[in-house]
């Protein structure tokens, strides 16, 4: 019998600077792209979110948003049924009655997703026409657009990507070609605003972010616009704004104390901002997330962490780790490993260290039960019963919920790690 | 197509893995796409597993479409057995797999292994979880059951039945267990097999040995039980015994099933409930509004206990469990209301909020519902959160259950002395309408926001009258004699309106 499970590749010489780089295929343990709808629509304030597709959509968007049950939330699943796998048209004319009904009830919509699952692409629903159709209907009043975050196409945070990708070609191309700088990823609005304050101080202006809160608050793309990634995982959104003239600015991501500086003196560099200015708007940060993350560093010092892929933020999170409070990196699992974007993180890394991209969750869960780090980072799903075999784990998702980017947010970003910890050793039962 | 804002049932193969998850040496091979491993953490999450559930998905991706998800099956299959070496294999596809027509149970029976390979076809597009657990139980029953070979009954031998139902992820099933096991001991019945919770498939192979079956919860046993029933004769239980009035039904019915006489322990049985349910501070109680809601089981069973037991009023009852319609359709009937048979949770919101009960007995969803109209809840029912499996010995069957529910639904009403004490004290100088909730610090909080007709005025007379109402339902009382002021077509109300609206109101 054959096998069709590809044996996994190993890249990198042993040995030398480079990341040992372990490919797999297996069972993977992740979310799909349909879960950013979660921190999305609450992004995005004037947004809904209608995913077509199955009861399992449902169900997994209701038990990834857990308790935020209370209110009556802007995202939606459009649940197909027998009849609408019969025949396309059914299912379209299903889809234009949900919208009537949707938009109906929520006048205050006016940006709807139509979100693409597996189902709806294994059918090849049309979503991009219908869209079309219905923003023909609901212009000026309502803008549809449509993009996939199917678990056959996307990984948890790659829905986010697809949606900004989506959201690219709607941008608005501004004549003049005034430099202009677009900070590219969902950020939690405390950071943005502290991001905001420091491109002031440096003379670094105008600044969008991308998403925008409102919808009419789309910032428009000219050919002096640079753009530069605050999360790590907008492959396709990067393309699409490259393709579009604008130029990206690389970097590491802005996560700890020397990632948020080297995250924006790249920018600073590219509006060509003096060392003094440039020190004068970020050593008190620095100085303040330097001294939030060292107090936390004797406990986390010495310590062996690793990751089981998930959000694409293993890599950055690592590399904070290691750098900024002395844990040690045992395996670095990320669910894509986009070499272009992610050279720069690499680089900060410890020689040699162990990345494995893809997954295969046994042969991954028997690799850690033989390492055991003293952290483990993981999912849901495998967080319990890793504790339960004596793992101390933290959950990835609260990483991804959490506001972490950004000096003022360094020193929460490493209690989150130190909190697993800490909590164990109060505990006497 | 059905818009969802929320579902009250996960997928059919989310039922198949509670049954797989419940039980040992079974292993679950899923072909799925990767976001369905989301159902992971329903178990090692909500109901805190310290195992992963034994399922196995394929994870598809869409480069795989084109090529060999046969192939990926096949493997993940030869690799869960050989990994994981259970007794016996499942085999199934999610929604999306079921589009791309692979037929699993087919490519995993070429592989020829040494243990057996259930297929299991669950349409995802028609039907959900407690479906999906029904039919999985069932087809593992029928595979395993197998001809009646059972070891010769001695004579003396007390008589022994089967329990079926408790799954992971049931709401309260590690405690109904627990508590029909002891039930059961004490009526003098042998308990032989319970499945799916605990059993292998060789423990399902000695379910015809049994004398009859215990059915804990038809949505989910009551296909295998009848199964059963028809191959080997076994008499199956009907009475789901939640509340005392059941419990001491189910102990009669399990008494002629076994042939036992159960009249001495019906004679002494009894539970906390029943005296306290007569204890005079209960009297507050009687003719409260409830609101039922839940699967058709515990909703059933609920409207029951609210209407017999705690002399409630059932002024709503219904469910989504569409296979059950009728007989919740049957149990509405009593009480003179219209089932409610809904999975649209903005459907049951509007119903709710129409019947404008004082309590309502429903769901996690219910809850929520509940807390925006301002009314208390108590959840009976799934979907389950996490809160449904406390760390404490929590049953709903049973005495013991009967008194979990008595504490349980009462709690979140206002307690009988403090109710009357409110109203005896309502112009107290620390104790009046817009003092706080406590007299020590905090302030009270913000009066809320009566909204009414624009074309609808209180008479000065008519608010002042309003302000005698003690604050906890004069909410209600206004909005009561609104709608009823803008029903008859009134723009002022009087006070005349307001007590013909208290007397159209009251029951
Ligand atoms: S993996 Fe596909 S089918 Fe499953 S929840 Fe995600 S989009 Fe829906």
Redesign the interface.
């Known amino acids: 019998m054959t096998l069709a499970v590809a044996e996994p590749t190993l890249d990198g010489a042993v040995g030398c600077g480079e990341p040992v780089i372990l490919r797999e295929r297996g069972q993977r343990e992740v979310f799909c792209g349909l879960t950013s709808i979660i921190w999305l629509h609450r992004k995005i304030q004037d947004a809904f979110f209608l995913v077509v597709g199955s009861r399992t959509c449902a169900h997994l968007l209701q038990s990834a948003a857990g308790v935020m049950i209370f209110a009556e939330p802007r995202f939606a699943t459009a649940i197909m049924e027998e009849r609408d796998l019969a025949g396309l048209a059914d299912a379209n004319e299903g889809l234009e009655r949900i919208v009537d009904a949707l938009l109906a009830r929520r006048p205050d919509i006016k940006l709807l997703f139509l979100v693409g699952s597996c189902p709806s692409e294994v059918i090849k629903m049309d979503l991009g026409q219908a869209a079309q159709r219905l923003s023909r209907r609901f212009l000026p009043d309502v803008r549809v657009l449509h993009y996939s975050g199917s678990g056959i196409e996307t990984t948890f945070t790659q829905g986010e990507d697809a949606c900004l990708a989506a959201l690219v070609p709607e941008m608005a191309t501004s004549p003049d070609a005034e430099r202009a700088l677009l900070v590219v990823g969902a950020l939690a609005e405390v950071v943005e605003d502290q991001f905001r304050r420091i491109f002031a101080t440096m003379g670094v202006g105008p600044v969008h972010f991308l998403p925008p809160r409102h919808a009419a608050e789309l910032p428009a793309l000219g050919a002096g616009t640079r753009y530069i990634l605050a999360q790590p995982f907008l492959a396709d959104t990067a393309r699409a704004l490259s393709d579009r003239g604008a130029r990206r600015i690389a970097a590491p991501f802005p996560l700890g104390a020397e990632g948020t500086t080297l995250w924006l003196r790249a920018v600073a560099q590219e509006w060509n901002v003096t060392p003094h200015v440039f020190h004068e708007a970020t050593a008190f940060g620095e100085q303040r997330a330097r001294r939030a993350v060292s107090h936390r560093r004797e406990r986390l010092s010495g310590l062996r962490v690793g990751f089981f892929p998930d959000s694409q933020l293993e890599i950055p999170l690592a590399r904070f780790l290691s750098r900024e409070l002395g844990m040690v990196p045992t395996e670095i699992g990320t669910p894509y490993l986009h070499r272009e974007h992610m050279a720069p993180e690499l680089a900060l890394l410890p020689p040699g260290v162990l990345i494995s991209e893809g997954q295969h969750v046994d042969k991954q869960l028997d690799r850690f039960r033989a390492e055991r780090p003293d952290l483990t980072v993981c999912g849901l799903g495998l967080a319990n019963p890793l504790e339960a075999e004596g793992l101390a784990t933290k959950w990835s998702i609260e990483l991804v919920f959490s506001p972490i980017q950004g000096y003022e947010q360094a020193g929460d970003l490493a209690e989150l790690f130190v909190r697993p910890l800490a909590r164990r050793a109060r505990l006497e039962v | 197509?059905?818009?969802?804002?929320?579902?009250y049932?996960?997928?059919p193969?989310?039922g198949a893995m509670r049954i797989a998850t419940a039980m040992e040496g079974l292993h679950y091979v899923l072909h799925a796409?990767?976001?369905?491993?989301?159902?992971?953490?329903?178990f090692?999450?909500i109901e805190?597993?310290?195992?992963?559930p034994p399922v196995?998905?394929?994870?598809?991706?869409?480069r795989d479409?084109g090529g060999?998800t046969a192939?990926?099956l096949?493997?993940?299959v030869?690799?869960a057995f050989e990994?994981f070496r259970p007794q016996a294999i499942l085999v199934g596809a999610?929604?999306?797999a079921e589009?791309?027509q692979d037929d699993p149970g087919g490519l995993a029976r070429t592989?020829g292994l040494p243990v057996p390979v259930v297929p299991i076809d669950l349409?995802?597009?028609?039907r959900?979880e407690n479906w999906g657990a029904a039919e999985t139980l069932y087809r593992l029953v029928r595979t395993f059951a197998g001809p009646a070979i059972g070891t010769p009954r001695v004579a003396a031998a007390r008589p022994r039945c089967n329990i079926l139902g408790p799954t992971a992820l049931g709401f309260r099933h590690r405690d109904d267990l627990v508590e029909i096991r002891a039930l059961l001991e004490r009526i003098g019945v042998d308990v032989h097999v319970v499945a799916p919770q605990g059993a292998t498939p060789a423990d399902l192979a000695r379910l015809g040995e049994a004398d009859f079956n215990v059915v804990l919860y038809p949505e989910i046993a009551d296909q295998a039980a009848a199964w059963l029933e028809r191959v080997f004769g076994q008499k199956r239980t009907r009475i789901v015994p939640i509340g005392v009035g059941a419990t001491r039904d189910f102990i009669a019915e399990v008494g002629a099933l076994a042939g036992i006489d159960t009249t001495a322990l019906l004679a002494q049985a009894t539970s906390r409930l029943s005296w306290y349910s007569r204890s005079v501070d209960s009297n507050y109680l009687t003719g409260k509004r409830v609101f039922v809601f839940g699967d058709a089981t515990h909703a059933i069973a609920a409207a029951r206990v609210a209407s017999k037991e705690l002399a409630f009023e059932v002024v709503g009852i219904g469910t989504y469990s569409r296979e059950q319609a009728r007989e919740v359709r049957d149990a509405a009937s009593v009480y003179g209301l219209e089932a409610l048979i809904s999975d649209d949770y903005l459907a049951v919101e509007a119903a709710i909020a129409a019947a404008q009960p004082e309590l309502v007995l429903g769901t996690?969803?219910e809850r929520?519902i509940a807390?925006?109209l301002g009314i208390p809840c108590a959840v009976i029912s799934a979907p389950v959160h996490v809160q449904d499996f406390p760390a404490r010995h929590s049953p709903q069957m049973g005495f013991e259950g009967a008194n979990v529910l008595f504490d349980t639904w009462v709690h979140p009403l206002m307690m009988g002395l403090e109710e009357h004490l409110l109203h005896m004290f309502r112009d107290d100088f620390e104790f009046h309408d817009d003092a706080g909730a406590s007299h020590l610090g905090a302030s009270a909080a913000a009066p809320v926001m009566e909204t009414k007709p624009e074309t609808l005025s209180w008479a000065p007379d008519a608010e002042k009258e309003l302000r005698k109402i003690p604050f906890f339902v004069r909410g209600k009382a206004r909005r009561n004699t609104e709608s009823f002021a803008a029903g008859a077509g009134l723009t002022t109300i009087t006070v005349e309106t307001l007590y013909d609206a208290k007397a159209h109101f009251s029951r």
Request: net charge positive; glycine share 4%.
């Open positions: 197509m059905q818009l969802a804002v929320w579902t049932e996960g997928p193969h989310v796409p990767q976001g369905d491993t989301y159902a992971d953490l329903l090692t999450m805190r597993r310290a195992k992963r196995t998905y394929t994870t598809f991706q869409a479409l060999d192939e990926l096949k493997t993940a030869h690799d990994r999610s929604c999306t589009l791309i592989l349409p995802s597009y028609q959900k996690q969803m929520h807390k925006k």
